[in-house]
């Protein structure tokens, strides 16, 4: 079965410092990878995803993700982190399973940004 | 436009008990897929209709669990003699049709917080 790993469990950053959150995934087929991001008291949002192409892709608030295959990784990025990004971040995949369109999420990483 | 709608937003049950939790999916969404998360956890997958028919209930953890979308648009997830573990978020998303691809982009609801006492 595919599984999707975040290596942490709460990163802490001052504003303005770089981000970068791991996620590694067990499938070795095709796959649809995305980050899903949930801030305080709200639902899940999509920040970026990736289908096919360019592996390098680009979400909303300056966030970004690299897929490297042959890493089976897909880490998110973001250069300069505000105090709004404080959120809940979640990798998530598709794989090309019989018929099984299903998200298969990791368990999260917990961004928390002082001020 | 409007989004994945759940209702309640909040439910407290007691053990043994039988609940119901709906989902409006977005307009004109053909999949619907359930996911439960616990404490600390990602969401996991528990069903995925497509039109009217369950495609995938291989995530539904026992048969206390069902589910069904009788007209293809909203969907209820029933959950009958209630446990202490079955205390969750209970999240609905909702994507344009199933299937690998952008067309597969799946939208979430605000969840449904599930209390069993």
């Known amino acids: 079965a595919q599984s999707v790993s975040q290596h942490n469990h709460h990163v802490i950053l001052s504003e303005a410092a770089s981000l970068e959150l791991g996620c590694n995934y067990s499938?070795?087929?095709?796959?649809?990878l995305f980050w899903y991001v949930q801030y305080p008291g709200q639902h899940l949002q999509l920040l970026l995803k990736?289908?096919?192409?360019?592996?390098l892709v680009k979400g909303i608030k300056g966030f970004e993700a690299e897929f490297i295959k042959s890493k089976f990784s897909f880490n998110l990025r973001k250069p300069s982190v505000h105090w709004s990004d404080t959120a809940e971040y979640f990798c998530?995949?598709?794989?090309?399973?019989?018929?099984?369109?299903?998200?298969?999420f990791g368990k999260g990483t917990k961004l928390s940004v002082i001020p | 436009g409007a989004g994945v709608s759940q209702t309640p937003s909040n439910k407290v049950t007691e053990k043994g008990k039988y609940v119901e939790l709906r989902c409006d999916p977005i307009?004109?969404?053909?999949?619907l897929y359930w996911y439960r998360q616990s404490l600390g956890q990602g969401p996991e997958f528990l069903i995925y209709f497509q039109g009217t028919g369950a495609a995938d209930d291989s995530g539904l953890p026992n048969d206390r669990f069902f589910a069904v979308r009788p007209e293809g648009s909203v969907s209820t997830l029933k959950i009958q003699r209630t446990e202490r573990g079955d205390s969750a978020v209970y999240l609905c998303?909702?994507?344009?049709?199933?299937?690998?691809?952008?067309?597969?982009?799946?939208?979430f609801g605000p969840g449904t917080r599930l209390t069993v006492l």
């Open positions: 998303a909702s994507s344009l049709t199933s299937g690998r691809g952008p067309r597969n982009e799946q939208f």
């Open positions: 499938y070795g087929g095709t796959v649809n």
């Open positions: 990736y289908f096919s192409g360019d592996p």
């Open positions: 307009s004109g969404h053909t999949a």
């Open positions: 998530a995949v598709i794989s090309s399973g019989a018929g099984s369109y299903q998200l298969t």
